[in-house]
């Protein structure tokens, strides 16, 4: 069996065609991000109903929400490029995977803080130690250890490989925070939202649901590409390429 | 792919399921203390340790709230529809504490069987709904009834 991958896949290899890429691709996702994120943020907050339990403190499942799937999807994202970066040898995959860890960290953050604002009115209690709270923690953890492992090394090389293997590791996670509610009794409800099920939710509610999580998304974009392209500009500041970029501003 | 590249691939492909597989035999060893709480059940069958601070998960019985009339001591019982545990409690409800829902207490097992709870969580199901919704599902459940 072998595998041939897409011509676009070599191509985004090289440091300058991911920089002009990238490039054109930033406008067209920072506008997305801009409308989505305003649109959902007020359809979730003024026009969305309240819930018939918690009332307005359900809103908070506008942020909450968004920002769990992407501290996750982040960290998918940051293991994937590195594998791609161990395997191919793909310094770009390394700079994406660094470009991760940062971001996905202050997701988890915004995620952690945004259930215990929640979790107070609702359950009673800031904390519990329930798995799936604690999973999420552990994400944020893996995330720092990602962070702190990168910067421990001087040769950027190593320091690429290790933080690859760490959050590879890392990756064993991601299911144990998405079936947590399943596997264990816990104080944080099941999944409102699966593939094979109607949502638990009417569409009023979660159309600015799924409006907000696309905006989480184009903004991830956004702020990846954005810290990539800098770290792309660093690390080949002795090409002239990147001589030229700096000169014409 | 070079069999230099596919070499890499199965060893990563490698790492990851066995640490994947390490994990999950240690949750699964684990999984009686990852549990949060103990069913009405698990109590009543004596799983959950004796004299120990536990805490008791499920829902409250209906027309059991028994509240005091001169301190805030409130009692009721929860139940699982197979086993019922009564259990007291003094202090303040969370907003969410009604007869229905389902709630987890802290506390201890006393020698006449009462949960004596110093902490009441009020868990909250993964549905949400207008409260328009709810009100005319409502009428609908007690027109069939």
């Known amino acids: 069996m072998n595998i ?94 660094g470009a991760c860890a940062p971001i996905g960290a202050s997701i988890a953050v ?33 995330y720092i250890g990602v962070i702190a492992l990168n910067s421990a090394f001087d040769n950027k090389a190593s320091a690429d490989k290790a933080t690859a293997v760490l959050s590879l590791v890392g990756l064993v996670n991601i299911p144990i925070i998405k079936y947590s509610v399943e596997w264990w009794n816990t104080l944080h409800q099941p999944a409102t939202f699966t593939v094979t099920e109607k949502p638990a939710m ?21 702020v990846l590409m954005s810290r990539a392209r800098i770290e792309v500009l660093e690390r080949e500041k002795r090409s002239d390429w990147v001589k030229r970029v700096i000169q014409a501003y | 792919m070079t069999p230099k590249r596919k070499k890499r691939l199965s060893i990563i492909l490698g790492l990851v399921f066995g640490t994947a597989l390490i994990v999950g035999l240690v949750m699964f060893s684990l999984s009686e203390n990852i ?7 698990q109590i009543a069958q004596g799983e959950a340790p004796v004299g120990a601070r536990i805490r008791a998960g499920g829902m409250v ?53 009462i949960f004596q709870a110093d902490e009441v969580l009020a868990k909250h199901d993964e549905n949400y709904m207008p409260p328009e919704i709810a009100e005319s599902m409502k009428q609908k459940q007690e027109s069939v009834k």
Not at chain 1, 123 to 134: E, F, I, K
Request: proline share 5%.
């Open chain 1, 4 to 97: 041939k991958m897409p011509r676009w896949f070599y191509q985004l290899a090289s440091p300058k065609w991911f920089y002009e890429f990238t490039g054109a691709l930033l406008p067209w996702f920072s506008a997305a991000a801009i409308i989505l994120l305003l649109i959902g943020t007020v359809w979730g907050l003024v026009f969305a109903p309240a819930d018939y339990q918690q009332g307005n403190s359900f809103r908070i499942i506008y942020i909450h929400v968004p920002s769990s799937i992407l501290a996750q999807s982040c960290y998918m994202m940051m293991a994937v490029a590195g594998a791609i970066g161990l395997i191919w040898r793909m310094k770009i995959a390394h700079v994406v995977a």
């Open chain 1, 110 to 142: 915004m995620s952690l803080a945004t259930g215990a604002i929640w979790g107070k009115p609702t359950w009673g209690a800031w904390w519990v130690w329930d798995a799936r709270l604690t999973a999420m923690l552990v994400l944020l953890f893996l």
């Open chain 1, 202 to 222: 009417p569409p009023e509610m979660w159309m600015p649901l799924l409006v907000m999580v696309l905006g989480f998304y184009c903004f991830f974009a956004v």
């Open chain 2, 35 to 41: 549990n949060l709480f103990y069913s009405t059940s």
């Open chain 2, 61 to 113: 019985v209906d027309g059991s709230i028994k509240r005091s009339t001169d301190s805030l001591k409130v009692q009721f019982a929860i139940t699982d529809y197979e086993h019922q545990v009564i259990v007291e409690f003094t202090g303040i409800l969370p907003d969410l504490f009604r007869e229905g829902q389902g709630i987890i207490a802290q506390g201890k097992m006393d020698a006449q069987g």
